[in-house]
């Protein structure tokens, strides 16, 4: 499995925000399919809550439309989610957008809708300093 362009941004944004990486990639065992999420996390909440943990998939949003690149953003989200539910339902699926794209395509209000209808969460990166600008969980 091909790595998105800046799935390295991510992973560092997610150390940097004090995430601890457990998986590259989080392999998932959903049925007869076994399906990559870019990364798994954990992170220590409190010490009387526990550990939350995360799945995170990047994407880039570089191709030459970003309302395709939703597509196949929005078909695997929902797909990861379904595979989560049944094998790690305290694991939240995150996905991970570029600052540039959510400041676009993300702002406007059909796909805010859309986000809302599919309950997905994001996380949005810059890819300059590689930190986390934004979380919508």
Excluded: C
Excluded at 57 to 71: A, H, W
Excluded at 87 to 112: G, H, M, Q, W
Excluded at 120 to 128: A, D, G, K, T
């Amino acid at each position: 499995m091909a790595k998105d362009k800046y799935h390295d941004i991510v992973k560092t944004a997610l150390v940097k925000d004090g995430w601890t990486i457990t998986n590259d990639p989080l392999r998932v065992e959903a049925g007869d399919r076994t399906v990559q999420i870019d990364l798994g996390a954990e992170k220590l909440i409190a010490a009387e809550k526990g550990t939350e943990k995360i799945a995170v998939e990047t994407k880039s949003f570089l191709g030459i439309s970003q309302l395709n690149d939703f597509y196949s953003a929005l078909g695997k989200y929902n797909f990861y989610s379904l595979a989560l539910e049944q094998v790690e339902p305290d694991r939240v699926l995150i996905l991970a957008v570029p600052n540039n794209a959510y400041k676009t395509f993300f702002s406007e209000a059909f796909t805010k809708t859309a986000l809302e209808r599919y309950q997905v969460h994001l996380l949005v990166y810059n890819i300059q300093d590689e930190s986390i600008v934004v979380w919508e969980k």
